[in-house]
């Protein structure tokens, strides 16, 4: 039998990844131990006692343990899923609000706010990577972690674990334009370049036969037959650029002006608004009646969120050779792009792990876009690993949202005063 270890345990999407799990067979995912682990004792408490009502409530022979001490938790772990939130929500709504003081957009997982969630991130999670790589050799981190493309390329560059980069955001338009197209091709298959976040399906096949071109000019007669483009975008940009970006793309990077404009405006960011959410989710949870997700929590966000992780784990497991997205050092797979840098990609996935597909040249419609974001990416590890603030700067000075040196500097010295940042400790 398996056993799952999750860290950073009192998350509110624990209990997604509770139900998910039970939502498949023992013979799909033999799981017979989930142990789960956080530094915040109350947040634990509540969401462990929470799971092992519902592995009761379904009848499962499931063995729940929590701790604050990471080693005994890790001790014969297969699978150890890392969602840790370093400093919590106030943190991230500094990380939010102080860009957007210099108009600039405040996100956790890109420009200035995402490399400050990076900098803090970093060396709790080569920590916690050095502690697996030590008690639990062969087990696979699944890394939700944000920034996950940073995070994930941190571990695999500074630690010897075997770390993976997992997000629902790619595998979930893949689901959703494929449900678009299902009447117009058979046996369609997408495929992605490009970065977490910064991600361009830019590839379909029809019974293993390229169909891009056909295939994009339906979504766009689709998307102007119905009126909504919600998942797609901006139905010109697709057609400007021959491929579909994730979201995150569209609105931070495409339409950042107009997006800004609305952070602005907003009497709340985001971290505020989640704040007001956990609250409930909270509540829900600490009832000791409830057997299930609690109904707030579909206001959380995180689509496909567990489907993403027990896909990863079946095709582990089973040894499926499964093609799926998630983020792995490049090793040649995208051309123009560091071999250990970190890129998301179509991967095939066995026991062994996964392994990108090759990928070639990404198109240039979107190449300088994805290589400057990646340059800010890989600065930001340097910077957090070695503790240097002068990469900090030239990180930010390369992201296409800030583009300025001066304002650079600006953002590092108040962002570095609000968290309180001692930059010169190297956790390399």
């Given amino acids: 039998m398996l056993k799952v270890c999750i860290v950073g345990a009192g998350s509110s999407y624990t209990p997604e990844l509770i139900a998910g799990m039970l939502a498949h067979s023992v013979e799909e995912l033999p799981i ?20 092992g009502r519902m592995v009761a409530a379904r009848g499962r022979a499931i063995r729940i343990e929590s701790g604050g001490q990471l080693e005994p938790l890790l001790e014969g772990a297969d699978f150890v899923i890392t969602q840790i939130r370093v400093g919590g929500m106030e943190a991230r709504y500094k990380d939010e609000s102080i860009p957007l003081k210099h108009r600039v957009i405040g996100q956790e997982t890109t420009g200035p706010g995402g490399m400050f969630k990076a900098l803090r991130t970093i060396p709790a999670m080569l920590d916690i990577a050095r502690r697996v ?12 972690t944000n920034p996950s493309g940073i995070i994930t390329e941190a571990v695999s560059r500074h630690t010897g674990a075997k770390i993976i980069g997992l997000c629902s955001g790619i595998p979930t338009m893949q689901v959703l334009l494929a449900s678009m197209l299902a009447k117009s ?3 369609l298959k ?24 056909q295939a994009i000019d339906r979504l766009l007669e689709i998307a102007r037959a119905s009126g909504n483009s919600f998942f797609l975008g901006d139905p010109k940009l697709i057609a400007l650029i021959r491929a579909v970006p994730i979201m995150y793309v569209d609105h931070y990077y495409y339409h950042r002006r107009k997006t800004l404009g609305e952070l ?52 582990i497991c089973h040894n499926r050779g499964q093609e799926l997205v998630c983020t792995v050092l490049n090793h040649g797979a995208v051309d123009g792009i560091d071999a250990e840098a970190g890129v998301e990609v179509v991967c095939r996935v066995d ?27 890989s ?50």
């Fill in 32 to 51: 017979g131990a989930v142990s789960m682990h956080d530094v915040d004792s109350g947040r634990l408490a509540v969401m462990a006692a929470l799971a």
């Fill in 133 to 144: 790589e030590r008690i639990a050799p062969d087990a696979f981190i699944l890394n939700y």
């Fill in 185 to 187: 091709f058979s046996q």
């Fill in 190 to 213: 997408s495929y992605t370049v490009g970065l977490n976040h910064l991600g361009f399906i830019y590839r379909f096949t029809s019974n293993g036969a390229d169909v891009t071109d």
């Fill in 264 to 315: 602005q405006q907003s009497p709340q960011t985001r971290a505020q608004k989640i704040m007001d959410i956990e609250k409930e989710i909270f509540e829900q949870a600490a009832d000791p009646h409830l057997a299930a997700k609690p109904k707030a929590l579909q206001k959380r966000g995180g689509l496909g969120y567990s489907d993403i992780t027990f896909e990863f784990l079946k095709a």
């Fill in 351 to 377: 026991r062994q792990g996964p392994k990108a597909l090759p990928v070639g040249p990404i198109p240039l419609a979107y190449r300088g876009l994805v290589q400057a974001v990646k340059t800010y990416e």
């Fill in 379 to 428: 600065l930001t590890v340097q910077a957090a690993v070695e503790g240097r603030r002068d990469l900090a700067v030239l990180a930010l000075t390369n992201h296409p949202l800030v583009g300025d040196h001066a304002l650079a500097e600006s953002l590092v010295n108040e962002l570095s005063a609000a968290h309180a940042v001692q930059w010169g400790r190297s956790c390399g």
